[in-house]
C-alpha cells in the first residue's frame, strides 16, 4: 500500500511539474526580480533588448541628450526610443569633430552620447575623455559586424560603438551642371569660365579640407611634413576666389536649390538631399577621397543614470531594425551585419554607401596627428582669414 501511495505522489509531482513549466512560457507571468522584463506578447521581439539592464540598483536617467552631427538619425528613433524605454532624448549638433573636440575641453557638461570620427576617438581615448562602455548593458554589440570590433582607435568597442560609416566626396546638381570635374584639380583651381566658379562650397573642417588638397597634390592626407602643408595651405587660399564658402550643415541644400553647383561634401547628405530635390548625384574624384567612421561614446562626467541611459540608447541602436531603419534613411553605410541581413537590396547595392573595390582603394582615412595637429589647424587659420 504504502509503495503504491509513494508511486501516486510521483505521478501527481510529474503532472504539477509539467502543468508550472507550461505556465513559465506565458508572457502573462510576472518577471522575477533579477530577470530583464519580458517582451510584451504585442510588441515586437526586438523590444526585449532595449528595456532596463537592471545594474546595482542604478535608474536610467529619464532623459539624455545626444551630441550629434545635423541630419544624422531617422526623423522616428527618438521616439521610439522614448516609447520602448520611457526615456526622453534631445539633441544638439556640432559641425566638426574640432567643435566636439573643443566644446568638451571646454568643460561643456550635458551630453550624455556622442558622435566622432574615428581619428577623434583615437584623441579622446588617449585624454581620458570618454567612459568605458559596460558591455553587459549592451547585449546587442554581437550585433556588429566583425570588422568592427577590431579598430586600431578602440579595439574590442571599450569606449565606443560605430555608428555610420561613410567617403567624403563631390556631389552636384544634375539639372544645372551636366559636366562635373573629374578631378579636384577642378574643385581647387576652378576658372572663372567654369560654371561652378564662385557656386560651390568645401567643408568648414580642417582635417577633410586639407585631406582634399593633399590628395589632389599626391601626397599622403595624414602628412607631417610642414613644406608639403604650405603646399596645400597655398592652393586652399588661391581656391579661395572661387569658393562661395566653408559649409558643413546645409551645403546640400545649397546644391539641391540650386544656389550653388556642386559642394565638397558626406556621400550620406547627398544622397538624402537627392531624395528631397531629385537632382543630386555623388562621386569620388579620381585622385580619391576620405573614408570615415563615426561612433556613438559617453563623455566623462555623466552621472550613472545618465550612462545606464546612453548605454541603453547605444543597444537601441544596434537593434537591427534600427540600424536597417537609420542606414537606409541617411544613405550612409551601417557596421551592423544583421542590419545588413535585412536590409533592402538598393541599399545594400548602392555604390555610392557602399563602394566597390576600386573606389574603396583610393578612399583614405583621417589619422590622429598628436601635437602635429596644431600645425594643421594654425594652417587652417591661414587659410580661414585669407583674402
Ligand atoms: C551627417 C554628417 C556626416 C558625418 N550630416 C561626417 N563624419
Known sequence: MQRKHLIALIAILIIAAMALAACGGQATEAPKPTEAPKAQPT??????????????????????????????????????????TGIK?????????????????????????????????????????????NHDNIPNLKNLDPEFTKLYYDPGNKYCVPYLWGTTGIGYNTELLENPPQSWEGVFKAKESDPWYGRMTLLDDVREVFSAALIYLGYDNNTKD???????????IDAKKGVAGYDTDN??????TGENLLAHGWNGDFLQAADEYGNIDYYIPEEGGTIWIDNMCIPKGVTPEEKLAAEMYINFV?????GKMLGEYNYYATP?????????????????????????????????????????????????SAQ
Request: hydrophobic share 35%.
Open 226 to 236: 610642414e613644406a608639403q602643408l604650405q603646399e596645400a595651405k597655398q592652393l586652399l
Open 89 to 133: 532624448i534631445s539633441e544638439d549638433n556640432f559641425s566638426s569633430n574640432e567643435d566636439l573636440l573643443a566644446k568638451l575641453q571646454g568643460g561643456a557638461t550635458g551630453y550624455s552620447v556622442i558622435v566622432p570620427s574615428d581619428y577623434t576617438v583615437a584623441i579622446m581615448i588617449e585624454e581620458g575623455m570618454l567612459e568605458e562602455l
Open 336 to 384: 551592423n551585419k544583421e542590419s545588413l541581413a535585412i536590409a533592402d537590396p538598393d541599399y545594400k547595392s548602392n555604390p555610392l554607401v557602399f563602394p566597390p573595390p576600386e573606389i574603396r582603394e583610393k578612399l583614405r582615412f583621417i589619422k590622429p596627428l598628436g601635437e602635429f595637429e596644431s600645425v594643421y589647424q594654425r594652417m587652417w587659420d591661414e587659410v580661414k
Open 318 to 322: 544596434l537593434d537591427p531594425e534600427v
Open 43 to 84: 510588441e515586437a521581439p526586438k523590444a526585449e533588448p532595449t528595456e532596463a539592464p537592471k545594474e546595482g540598483g542604478v535608474k536610467p536617467a529619464d532623459e539624455i541628450v545626444v551630441y550629434n552631427w545635423s541630419d544624422y538619425v531617422h526623423p522616428d528613433m527618438y521616439k521610439m526610443f522614448t516609447e520602448r
Open 251 to 256: 551645403y546640400e541644400d545649397l546644391v539641391g
